[in-house]
């Protein structure tokens, strides 16, 4: 099944913990691409990546990094966490050209105490 | 630059009403617009899109026109199901952006009472 999944699904940790969250997809898309969803400001993008190796800054990306070392993993990495990351976060895959839908993980909710 | 203007939630309906959500896009290329439908604790999903002036797109008994005099892409759907409740996103991408990025609106929830 063609698919974007994320791990964890659920997340509590205190700030200042090192986290990752996972996400993997199998539909060999080269675009990826991090969203945190947060009440009254809809999805904004973290991160993105056109292609392996290639990574850039979305709208709001402070506190976070990604990586792109392989072409269907791109893990968020929040090196310290703080309450003002608690949030909702996703994960998405394209293939390159704007009339391509993006595919979405399940969802990864995170609550930094 | 690019953005997406969506009507603001949320909106509730009894079931088997008329359904309009309202879009609107400033694009300075030309986009390819999308409707997403995001289902209670789940992520985002494709629900119709449109990728040229005048395109209609359409799925699950819901319609959007794209409209480029208007610069709008609004949501229709002629008989609402309680199934329907879920927070709906316009969004557009543009070929003219280097970086292939889809631009939300910020979401219209929407509630559908039996």
């Known amino acids: 099944e063609a698919q974007v999944t994320q791990n964890p699904r659920y997340l509590i940790t205190v700030t200042g913990k090192k986290l990752t969250v996972t996400c993997s997809q199998n539909?060999?898309?080269?675009?990826m691409s991090w969203y945190r969803q947060d009440p009254g400001l809809g999805l904004r993008q973290i991160y993105y990546?056109?292609?392996?190796?290639?990574?850039d800054k979305g709208d709001v990306p402070e506190g976070y990094k990604v990586s792109r070392k392989e072409k269907r993993n791109f893990p968020l990495i929040l090196e310290s966490p703080s309450p003002n990351q608690t949030s909702l976060y996703f994960c998405?895959?394209?293939?390159?050209?704007?009339?391509?839908?993006?595919?979405f993980g399940p969802g990864t909710r995170l609550t930094v105490l | 630059g690019n953005s997406v203007t969506q009507m603001e939630g949320p909106v509730t309906l009894s079931e088997e009403a008329f359904l309009t959500i309202n879009c609107t896009y400033t694009?300075?290329?030309?986009?390819?617009l999308f409707w997403y439908v995001q289902y209670p604790g789940e992520g985002l999903q494709l629900l119709l899109k449109?990728?040229?002036?005048?395109d209609k797109g359409s799925n699950k008994g819901f319609e959007a026109t794209y409209r480029k005099e208007t610069t709008s892409f609004h949501l229709e759907k002629g008989s609402v199901q309680v199934s329907d409740s879920a927070v709906y996103f316009c969004?557009?991408?543009?070929?003219?952006?280097?970086?292939?990025?889809?631009?939300f609106g910020k979401g219209t929830r929407l509630h559908i009472l039996p």
């Open positions: 990546s056109m292609n392996v190796e290639v990574t």
């Open positions: 998405a895959s394209k293939n390159g050209g704007d009339y391509n839908e993006q595919f």
């Open positions: 694009a300075t290329g030309y986009p390819s």
């Open positions: 449109a990728t040229k002036a005048d």
């Open positions: 969004a557009l991408s543009d070929q003219g952006n280097r970086d292939d990025k889809i631009i």
């Open positions: 539909m060999n898309h080269e675009y």
